[in-house]
T-cell receptor, first 112, second 113 residues
Framework: GENVEQHPSTLSVQEGDSAVIKCTYS??????FPWYKQELGKRPQLIID?????GEKKDQRIAVTLNKTAKHFSLHITETQPEDSAVYFC???????????FGTGTSLTVIP | IAGITQAPTSQILAAGRRMTLRCTQD?????MYWYRQDLGLGLRLIHY???????GKGEVPDGYSVSRANTDDFPLTLASAVPSQTSVYFC????????????FGNGTRLTVT
């Protein structure tokens, strides 16, 4: 089945700096890659997603890039703010696998 | 407000007892999922259902069962709870399955003593 690896497990940045979280996947049939943000004690919530026919997608300060050849995708947060502090999860899915596979999460801390 | 409702919010359960976690959605999503979240292990899939009347096993199905009698409800049952089932349980749904985003409930924090 699919194996999703996520790095780093923890990340601290100064407010205003950029943060990058990277994920790799193993199943070449994976075609949908969502990212979720989970604040402490709350549920995961979708922040951005990308499909395999697109290389990059941007939504204000958040962007995701996908390299299908290398089987990796990354989350980029620019101009970080304290409210960006949370755990971020990447995921990959394919219809052959019939489920989402999650990375183990990155705890992001934005230092004011 | 449309969404997913989980109950209870939290529960302390004695080992060996039977417990059903409830999950209801009103978004008419076809697919529903149960995940457990443990520190350092991320979200692991227990069981899923692509449509009413069908269910499938995820990554960690042992000790759990589910049913999907209708579109809206997807209960998760622990037949005989064990301490290793102490976790936060999230129910989720998606409109069409693995090519549409997951919407999560608020979770159930379960402690098995």
């Amino acid at each position: 089945g699919e194996n999703v690896e996520q790095h780093p497990s923890t990340l601290s940045v100064q407010e205003g700096d950029s943060a990058v979280i990277k994920c790799t996947y193993s199943d070449s049939a994976s075609n949908y890659f969502p990212w979720y943000k989970q604040e402490l004690g709350k549920r995961p919530q979708l922040i951005i997603d990308i499909r395999s026919n697109v290389g990059e997608k941007k939504d204000q300060r958040i962007a995701v890039t996908l390299n299908k050849t290398a089987k990796h995708f990354s989350l980029h947060i620019t101009e970080t703010q304290p409210e960006d502090s949370a755990v971020y999860f990447c995921a990959a899915s394919s219809k052959t696998g019939n489920q989402f596979y999650f990375g183990t999460g990155t705890s992001l801390t934005v230092i004011p | 407000i449309a969404g997913i409702t989980q109950a209870p919010t939290s529960q302390i359960l004695a080992a060996g007892r039977r417990m059903t976690l409830r999950c209801t959605q009103d978004m008419r999503h076809n697919a529903m999922y149960w995940y457990r979240q443990d520190l350092g292990l991320g979200l692991r899939l227990i069981h899923y259902s692509n449509t009413a009347g069908t269910t499938g096993k995820g990554e960690v199905p042992d000790g759990y069962s589910v049913s999907r009698a209708n579109t809206d409800d997807f209960p998760l049952t622990l037949a005989s709870a064990v301490p290793s089932q102490t976790s936060v349980y999230f129910c989720a749904s998606s409109l069409t399955g693995v090519d549409s985003p997951l919407h999560f409930g608020n979770g159930t924090r379960l402690t098995v003593t």
